[in-house]
């Protein structure tokens, strides 16, 4: 259950925290993964850890904020790494602010990161995956997305248009067998949290239904459900895995 063997998988945001875990959970399962982010120090390290675990994975440096670029370094990729079949649209960033004050730089950065690049990143291998008759794909979004947040307007705007994106790409796909589903976690413990305060956090926990934060692991253990063959007729889903912050 749940393996992956002979499959290459893409997963974006790959250098820390949801990404990391992620990559590490599809390699573990056997999947060759191309871990990919901007600090390609970070992603070496990774992929020498999963090498030394008996698995395989590639770094690849790529931003998202330079969407031009992307279809480029996708297509240079050297056999057998070129026929990715499954994409994690993971990365993500925040510039949180009260809607009145946020500058159109904030709005841009985030919009730019979270939605156009996972766009071109998806458009990048959706024709290889064509070709396959074969691919899966998770967006990771955020509960956030779902039901909004004061101060994350940019934010949740992103998330909320990566449902839209993975559900019409849902319609357009099925037929080649391309599965594509998102993610949307709640509160999880990782560096783009550790900046919210203690008391933010203790009023957050409460709205939480199993009273405790997420860990990496329980969003990588839901990707590759996702990702796997047991969820082949699951497709065009948004799969909450917030502990029950958002019923
Ligand atoms: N933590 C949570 O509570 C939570 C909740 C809901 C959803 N999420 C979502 O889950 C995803 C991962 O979050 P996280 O908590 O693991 O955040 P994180 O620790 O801040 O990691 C973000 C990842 O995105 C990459 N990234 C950022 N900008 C990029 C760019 N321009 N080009 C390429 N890669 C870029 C970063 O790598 P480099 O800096 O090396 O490029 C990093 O690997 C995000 O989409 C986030 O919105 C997180």
Same mark, same amino acid.
């Given at each position: 259950?749940?393996?992956?063997? %002979?499959?290459?998988?893409?997963?974006?945001?790959?250098?820390?925290?949801?990404? @990391?875990?992620?990559?590490? @959970?599809?390699?573990e399962r056997g999947a060759r993964v191309i871990v990919a982010a901007r600090n390609l120090a970070k992603l070496e390290a990774l992929a020498e850890e999963i090498g030394s675990a008996g698995g395989q994975a590639k770094p690849l440096s790529l931003d998202?904020?330079?969407?031009?670029?992307?279809? %480029?370094?996708? $297509?240079?990729?050297?056999?057998?790494?070129? $026929?990715?079949?499954?994409?994690?649209?993971?990365?993500?960033?925040? @510039?949180?602010g009260?809607?009145? @004050?946020?500058?159109? $730089?904030?709005?841009? $950065?985030?919009?730019?990161?979270?939605?156009? %690049?996972?766009f071109a990143v998806t458009r990048a291998l959706v024709r290889g995956m064509m070709r396959q008759r074969y691919g899966r794909v998770v967006f990771v979004s955020s509960v956030v997305g779902l039901m909004g947040n004061a101060g994350q307007a940019n934010y949740a705007a992103s998330k909320a248009g990566l449902v839209g994106l993975a559900k019409s790409l849902a319609r357009e796909l099925g037929s080649r067998n391309i599965n594509v589903n998102v993610l949307a976690p709640g509160f999880i413990e990782t560096a783009m949290t550790d900046e919210v305060g203690e008391r933010a956090k203790q009023q957050l926990s409460e709205t939480i239904v199993l009273r405790r934060f997420g860990t990496v692991d329980d969003i990588a253990a839901a990707a590759l459900f996702l990702v796997s063959d047991e969820a082949s007729y699951i497709t065009g889903q948004v799969l909450n895995v917030s502990g029950g912050m958002y019923i």
């Amino acid at each position: 259950m749940f393996r992956l063997d %002979g499959k290459t998988a893409l997963v974006t945001g790959a250098s820390q925290g949801i990404g @990391r875990a992620i990559a590490m @959970r599809l390699a573990e399962r056997g999947a060759r993964v191309i871990v990919a982010a901007r600090n390609l120090a970070k992603l070496e390290a990774l992929a020498e850890e999963i090498g030394s675990a008996g698995g395989q994975a590639k770094p690849l440096s790529l931003d998202l904020t330079q969407p031009e670029a992307i279809s %480029g370094q996708i $297509e240079a990729l050297p056999e057998p790494w070129s $026929e990715i079949g499954i994409l994690v649209n993971n990365a993500g960033v925040t @510039r949180d602010g009260l809607f009145a @004050r946020m500058s159109l $730089e904030q709005w841009e $950065e985030v919009l730019s990161t979270n939605l156009t %690049g996972s766009f071109a990143v998806t458009r990048a291998l959706v024709r290889g995956m064509m070709r396959q008759r074969y691919g899966r794909v998770v967006f990771v979004s955020s509960v956030v997305g779902l039901m909004g947040n004061a101060g994350q307007a940019n934010y949740a705007a992103s998330k909320a248009g990566l449902v839209g994106l993975a559900k019409s790409l849902a319609r357009e796909l099925g037929s080649r067998n391309i599965n594509v589903n998102v993610l949307a976690p709640g509160f999880i413990e990782t560096a783009m949290t550790d900046e919210v305060g203690e008391r933010a956090k203790q009023q957050l926990s409460e709205t939480i239904v199993l009273r405790r934060f997420g860990t990496v692991d329980d969003i990588a253990a839901a990707a590759l459900f996702l990702v796997s063959d047991e969820a082949s007729y699951i497709t065009g889903q948004v799969l909450n895995v917030s502990g029950g912050m958002y019923i």
